[in-house]
């Protein structure tokens, strides 16, 4: 019986290799370092990265050139090797030793790393046509590639705040790179440098015309690229004014693994930081902040006012609505004048009313009939009423005639 053919083996993908404008075997040196160690070491960009072996395609270390200060050919003392393959990169922060295997090799290295960070060939080395021409191309690779990329020390900050990092952090660089404070395209360079003991701080303006940008200064000058910016500054200040580079290898929130319940994996959690004690809750996030409470003073007794009548208490009686008044003698208005009921009054003391005055002894030989309509007469007087003034004063005039009528009457029966 045969046996089950196995599947054929299917080689590993391994990763495209890198693409840089220069590499080769180079050995490194740094300041923490007892001796050189080799790697397969390529620039791409202002970046220099290095390889365990050139089948590689991931690297195992990095160096920047934003911090470039200048090269140098010192060879170190006791060498036995002649000075020809030693070259130093000084950086702002640090100083990295290079051992390469020819004269050519270190040329080379140093040709490629002042192209990209002076954009321009050098033309001051030992190097053939063929290696120019090749620094040319690189050239041209890096500033294309520049055009669509924001520099390292490019930074969203206010005037003030560039100025407030440039000192806060003077290891970090002392050239910084900002938006305008005009909301248009155009830029601002921040630098600060120590004078006789002194900060002093300047802000240059960049405007950008199309696809360029333009430095306003006293002879104005063009550039393709904001790293041509940044390139101009140091250039021309022999390295004196280094790009502002933030280091942020410090982490800012606290975290740890954890596994996960359902499923085992690990996982980071970040831990949330507690509230001091005795804080209030913290407002939302965007919503107005909280104002502080107000403290209440107690007012004293004395100076108190007094307190204010019920809204619906608080109002004035209207003449015309008296209440009606109990009369001691039982009489009472005519059916015709309707007696409002009485509306809530204020809690005023009411004044006392006046007691009625007694009406006069109606007058000998007066009939009963007419003594009623006098009594009445008499009330109405004292306590008038709208509409019976008119009735009053004819009831006096026909009273008035009849007793002009009776005494005359009198007089012809006495004859």
Avoid at 290 to 316: A, D, F, K
Avoid at 318 to 332: F, W
């Amino acid at each position: 019986m045969a046996s089950a053919l196995s599947p054929p083996r299917v080689p590993k993908h391994r990763g495209a290799l890198p693409s840089h404008y220069y590499e080769s075997f180079l050995e490194k040196k740094g300041p923490r370092d007892q001796d050189y160690k080799k790697f397969w070491a390529g620039l791409q960009g202002c970046t220099i990265y290095f390889y365990n072996s050139n089948r590689d395609s991931q690297h195992v270390e990095k160096l920047g050139l934003g911090a470039f200060v200048r090269l140098t050919d010192e060879a170190p003392w006791g060498s036995s090797r002649g000075p020809d393959v030693y070259f130093s990169l000084v950086l702002w922060n640090q100083e990295i030793k290079f051992k390469v295997e020819s004269l050519e090799s270190r040329e080379m290295w140093k040709g490629f790393i002042l192209t990209v960070v002076e954009l321009r060939v050098p033309s001051n080395l030992t190097l053939l046509p063929g290696h120019l021409y090749m620094m040319a191309e690189a050239l041209a690779k890096e500033e294309a590639r520049r055009a669509f990329e924001v520099p390292s020390c490019f930074m969203k900050v206010s005037r003030l705040e560039a100025q407030l990092l440039l000192e806060r952090y003077p290891d970090c660089g002392n050239l910084l790179l900002r938006p305008s404070g005009d909301g248009a395209d155009d830029v601002s360079v921040t630098t600060r440098q120590t004078f006789n003991g002194k900060s002093v701080v300047r802000h240059y303006k960049v405007k950008r015309e199309g696809p360029k940008y333009v430095i306003n200064v006293e002879e104005p000058f063009s550039c393709a690229s904001l790293d041509a910016v940044i390139n101009y500054f140091v250039s021309h200040t022999n390295n004196a004014l280094v790009p502002f580079l933030l280091d942020e290898n410090y982490e800012k929130v606290l975290g740890h693994v954890e596994a996960d319940k359902e499923n085992g994996e690990s996982v980071w959690v970040a831990c949330l930081t507690p509230a001091a004690p005795g804080a209030g809750p913290a407002p939302a996030s965007g919503g107005p902040k909280q104002l502080p409470p107000v403290p209440i003073t107690p007012v004293s007794s004395q100076g108190r006012s007094p307190p204010l009548l019920n809204q619906e208490e608080n109002y004035m009686i209207p003449i015309g609505d008296a209440p009606a008044a109990n009369y001691m003698n039982g009489d009472v208005l005519s059916p015709s004048q309707p007696v409002p009921k009485p509306r809530k009054l204020a809690k005023v003391q009411a004044k006392a009313l006046k007691p009625p005055v007694a009406p006069k002894p109606e007058p000998k030989g007066l009939s009963g009939d007419l003594a009623k309509k006098l009594a009445v007469g008499s009330m109405q007087t004292l306590f008038p009423t709208t509409g019976l003034a008119d009735l009053t004063a004819e009831l006096e005039e026909k009273l008035q005639r009849r007793r002009a009528l009776e005494h005359s009457a009198g007089h012809a029966g006495d004859q």
